[in-house]
């Protein structure tokens, strides 16, 4: 089975911190991607990376950036912090191309305050 | 563009109820992909189905149903005796040939009464 995991579940951060979400996924994949849910507007891109040290912005890159070091791993980072980045924050992860299916890790709860 | 539209936003339905999800997309490619997720309270989303442009024939798995029609841009999900596990936020999306994102629906939250 493939597993994505995400360094935590619920976060708390206060405004002008420097915040890091780790993802994991331990079955090879090319391709990592980081959502943001929020209520009444689904998923939305925030990044997307499809090799090591490759990354493209999703439709909502401002305020955040990621880093892919190793092709199991991909961080969020968020240089700092503002309580309008208070959400559910997502990663998954993809074999290969748009045929496949994403894997989707267990979601961060960030709070701002 | 590619945009994905599920109208409904909260459904309740009491335990045995069939019930319908639905999902309507725009795109302008003839090769695209679209998909069903379902979310729990636990948060991950869980993949259900995957459809391609070119294969219209709907899918019946379990209690569930798939009915994907193009000419109304409709893939629609069909739960039949709903039970109190389906309750869960399900999402629509879609991929396009060209683009290496998925597009999401805003998500049906469906509440199933016992």
């Known amino acids: 089975d493939v597993k994505v995991t995400q360094s935590s579940r619920y976060l708390v951060k206060r405004t002008g911190e420097k915040v890091f979400l780790e993802c994991v996924q331990d079955m090879d994949h090319e391709n990592m991607f980081w959502y943001r849910q929020d209520p009444g507007l689904g998923l939305r891109l925030i990044y997307f990376?499809?090799?090591?040290?490759?990354?493209e912005k999703g439709d909502i890159p401002e305020g955040y950036s990621v880093s892919r070091e190793k092709k199991e791993r991909f961080s969020l980072i968020l240089e700092s912090a503002s309580t309008n980045q208070t959400s559910m924050y997502l990663c998954a992860s993809r074999p290969g191309g748009i045929t496949d299916t994403q894997y989707f890790g267990p979601g961060t709860r960030l709070t701002v305050l | 563009a590619q945009k994905v539209t599920q109208a409904q936003t909260e459904i309740s339905v009491v335990e045995k109820e069939d019930v319908t999800l639905d999902c309507v997309y725009e795109?302008?490619?003839?090769?695209?992909?679209l998909f069903w997720y379902k979310q729990p309270p636990s948060g991950e989303l869980v993949f259900l189905i995957r459809?391609?442009?070119?294969?219209?024939q709907n899918e019946i798995s379990g209690r569930y149903s798939w009915n994907f029609q193009k000419s109304t841009s409709s893939f629609n999900f069909t739960i039949t005796a709903s039970q109190v596990v389906d309750s869960a936020v399900y999402f629509c999306a879609l991929s396009e040939s060209n683009n290496n994102d998925m597009r999401f629906g805003a998500g049906t939250r469906l509440t199933v009464k016992p």
């Open positions: 459809r391609n442009s070119f294969d219209e």
């Open positions: 795109t302008r490619d003839t090769t695209y992909y």
């Open positions: 990376s499809y090799d090591v040290k490759m990354k």
